[in-house]
């Protein structure tokens, strides 16, 4: 057990809806990552906060956005719904600021378009 | 194209055989790691090789690095079924100003019994 924990578990929906992931990352971790897994890409980085301010961004589509809150979990608002969009998101976790450090994942949340 | 490729991109072993695992990267890294995946679960870090060495050891896994050649192996020695999973390096670095970690697209390893 890695500590973070992302809900839901599953998601499906519609095209054009938008939807909301949550992480509680690993007890004393200060930044949270966000990660879109997908068949024919790999594992991308969407996103890194640091205690509660944005650290880092990468392929982070303009309908995507993410904040961390003062307890420092973290939501991950997808809008606008495409069926690209399907795919594993992962939320991690890391001690610091630094994204070279170990990454702690969570077990993701499958997201389905219809 | 990808900072870390994985190669090769699936294997099949059988149970006790050694597995090894390679990783080419383009840039200067600071450190490069290695996760693994089980089906349907998250990644889990396995072994970090800093840039400054040249090989690490962890339980029934290894790791070199060459700087040199931009690559890097993972070996599990004596393998067993509960190895079975994808196996993803990921490169420390700098990419356009932005700090972060570079994934490669990972090798499916199969372990039959």
Partial sequence: ?114 | SQQGEEDPQALSIQEGENATMNCSYKTSINNLQWYRQNSGRGLVHLILIRSNEREKHSGRLRVTLDTSKKSSSLLITASRAADTASYFCATAANMDSNYQLIWGAGTKLIIKP
Avoid: M
Avoid at chain 1, 77 to 87: K, M, P, R, T, Y
């Fill in chain 1, 1 to 114: 057990d890695s500590g973070v924990t992302q809900t839901p578990k599953h998601l499906i929906t519609a095209t054009g809806q938008r939807v909301t992931l949550r992480c509680s990352p690993r007890s004393g971790d200060l930044s949270v990552y966000w990660y879109q897994q997908s068949l024919d890409q790999g594992l991308q980085f969407l996103i890194q906060y640091y205690n509660g301010e944005e650290r880092a961004k990468g392929n982070i589509l303009e309908r995507f956005s993410a904040q961390q809150f003062p307890d420092l979990h973290s939501e991950l608002n997808l809008s606008s719904l495409e069926l690209g969009d399907s795919a594993l998101y992962f939320c991690a976790s890391s001690s610091k600021g630094s994204p070279w450090e170990p990454q702690h994942f969570g077990d993701g949340t499958r997201l389905s378009i219809l």
